[in-house]
Every structure is written in structure tokens, then in C-alpha cells.
Nanobody
Framework: QVQLVESGGGSVQPGGSLRLSCTAS????????IHWYRQAPGKQREWVAS???????NAADSVKGRFTASKDNNNNTVYLQMSNLQPGDTGVYHC?????????WGQGTQVTVSS
């Protein structure tokens, strides 16, 4: 059974940092891209960053240079290192993968950026 579990969210002041984790199970972790999305209150979910099976990363323009995805294949975990956080980064962050034509999502972790 495929599962994705996020952790690491919290409340920070503008300019602060957080590292989110997404621990995966139920599929061959090294083969699959993992994506990060976020959803702010009253807004549509938006893509944030991705890391491919071999570790190639890309990120949305709104977070490029501030957010970096990485992975630890030994622990089946993907990370999202977020720095210089701003109030516009507030939202629930989810990780996502596609396995056997089914989209899987974690339960999400809340990130709040406020002074």
C-alpha cells in the first residue's frame, strides 16, 4: 500500500526557515518523482517543487532560490528545505506521487509565516 507522510511544518516569522519531510512506503522510491504542492486558504493548490528519481530537481518561480528539494534513498524520504519564508508561503504542504496510474497524496503539514 502506497503511503506518503509529511512532517516538519510549523509557525515561523518572515525570513525564517523550515525543512519539510515526506516519508514514502509501498513503492520503489528511487524510481519515482516526488512533487511538493501547497494550498493556501481560499486558493487553489499550486505546485511548488519536484525531485525526480535520479535526484534532478526543479521549482516554481515563486520559490526558486529559496526552496530546495532533496532526497535520502536510504530512508525513503524527500525533503523540502525552505528558507527566507514569507507570508505568501503560508499553506498546507503536501507531497505527491503517481504510482500505477493513481495519484497519491500525503495528509499535509501546515506552514504558517507570520510576524
Amino acid at each position: 500500500q502506497v503511503q506518503l507522510v509529511e512532517s516538519g511544518g510549523g509557525s515561523v516569522q518572515p525570513g525564517g526557515s523550515l525543512r519539510l519531510s515526506c516519508t514514502a512506503s509501498g513503492f520503489i522510491f528511487t524510481d519515482k518523482p516526488i512533487h511538493w504542492y501547497r494550498q493556501a486558504p481560499g486558493k487553489q493548490r499550486e505546485w511548488v517543487a519536484s525531485i525526480q528519481g535520479r535526484g534532478v530537481t526543479n521549482a516554481a518561480d515563486s520559490v526558486k532560490g529559496r526552496f530546495t528539494a532533496s532526497k535520502d534513498n536510504n530512508n525513503n524520504t524527500v525533503y523540502l528545505q525552505m528558507s527566507n519564508l514569507q507570508p505568501g508561503d503560508t499553506g498546507v504542504y503536501h507531497c505527491n506521487t503517481l504510482f500505477q496510474w493513481v495519484q497519491y497524496w500525503g495528509q499535509g503539514t501546515q506552514v504558517t509565516v507570520s510576524s
